[in-house]
Every structure is written in structure tokens, then in C-alpha cells.
């Protein structure tokens, strides 16, 4: 069985697709170890507690100092002791102590084709901000290792996905979601649950 703990900060869809497809059976031998948001109003916490999935918040707001915070993820990861740690729409800079612990078996969703519009500053909608301005024709999204170096590991899939004419940064982050990030993350995941894609 594959223990997986995903990390959220917002609304859950990716969390969504991967927690419909172990019930449908497309992620095989799969269990959500625990959801951990850093924030209390993600809806993601809402979608966990639907589907019977252990939710947590780890919020910067109940700690000190960000070392304190990064203890309490760590803690909390370790309880879990997860196989396999998903950040979907995971907005916080995982702490470089938890990535070392888990070389390897940490993985991301990016909304967009790395190495374009990715690194500091390119989340969420921004992403679609800038490939629309950029005015490329083909966008999509990226799972990949996570390291040190934000959006910055290995690359593991991707899927491409049209541009349309008049597309707003709205219309073009829901096609993303739907036609890429919600179909190669939980593909990525089945992977490895298989034991297709070796991990750590
Ligand atoms: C979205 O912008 C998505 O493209 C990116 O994170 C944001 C929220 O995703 N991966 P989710 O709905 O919380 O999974």
C-alpha cells in the first residue's frame, strides 16, 4: 500500500482528482495518509473531510517563528510517516530539512510547461497571467521531483494544452486544470503506486 500525504493551501482540485481516482481504483493500493493545509479556510480541508480523508491544518498563524512552523510540518509529516508527499497547490516553500528527509519522494504540480513560467513569483493564476502575455500557443502542466530549488526538479510528466484566441487567464487556468493537472498527477501517482516509477 502506498501511504501518501498531500499538502494543499486553497481550493483542492488536484486533492479532488487524486482522491476520486484511489476510489475508482485508476491509483491502485493507495491510501491518503493525511491532508495538511496551511491554511484554515482551504476549501481542500472540506473535500478531505467528504472523503473521509485525515485533515490538518499547520498554519504559520500557531507558531512563533517560521523555524517553529517548519518543525510542526516536519512532526506532523513524521507521524504520517508518509511513503510519498504530494504538494497540490501547495503554496508554502517546503523547509530544505523536510526535503532532504525525503529525497526523492516529494512531488509537485506546476501549472505550466517548466522550464517556462515557473520559479518565484509563478503560481496560481499568475502562471496564465504570463503565458498569455507572453501569447504562447501551447501551454499545459508539469509534475516533477521536488529539491531545494523552487519548481526546479526532475521532471517526471507533462501534458500540453491548446491556447484558445480570447482566452482569460480564468478560462485558461480551468482548461489547464481540468485537460493536464487533474489527468498527470494522479497518472504520476498510479505510477508509482504500480511501482512503474521508482521513488527515493
Ligand atoms: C491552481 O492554480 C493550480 O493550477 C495549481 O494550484 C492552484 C490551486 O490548485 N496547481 P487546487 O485547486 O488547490 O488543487
Known sequence: MLKIAVLVSGGGTNLEAILKKIESGEIPDTEVVGVISNNYGAYALERAKNHGAPGFCISPVDYESRDDFHKGLSDKLDELAPD?????????????????????????????????????????????????????????????????????????????????????????????????????????????????????
Open 84 to 200: 510519498l508527499i504530494v504538494l497540490a497547490g501547495c503554496l508554502i516553500k517546503i523547509p530544505d530539512e523536510v526535503i532532504k528527509k525525503y529525497k526523492r519522494r516529494i512531488i509537485n504540480i506546476h501549472p505550466a510547461l517548466i522550464p517556462a513560467f515557473s520559479g518565484p513569483g509563478f503560481y496560481g493564476l499568475k502562471v496564465h497571467e504570463a503565458a498569455l502575455d507572453r501569447g504562447v500557443k501551447l501551454t499545459g502542466a508539469t509534475v516533477h521531483f521536488v529539491d531545494e530549488i523552487l519548481d526546479n526538479g526532475e521532471i517526471i510528466a507533462q501534458k500540453c494544452v491548446e491556447v484558445k484566441k480570447g482566452d482569460t487567464p480564468e478560462a485558461l487556468q480551468k482548461r489547464v486544470m481540468e485537460e493536464a493537472e487533474w489527468v498527470i498527477l494522479p497518472a504520476v501517482i498510479a505510477e508509482i503506486a504500480r511501482g512503474d516509477l521508482k521513488i527515493g
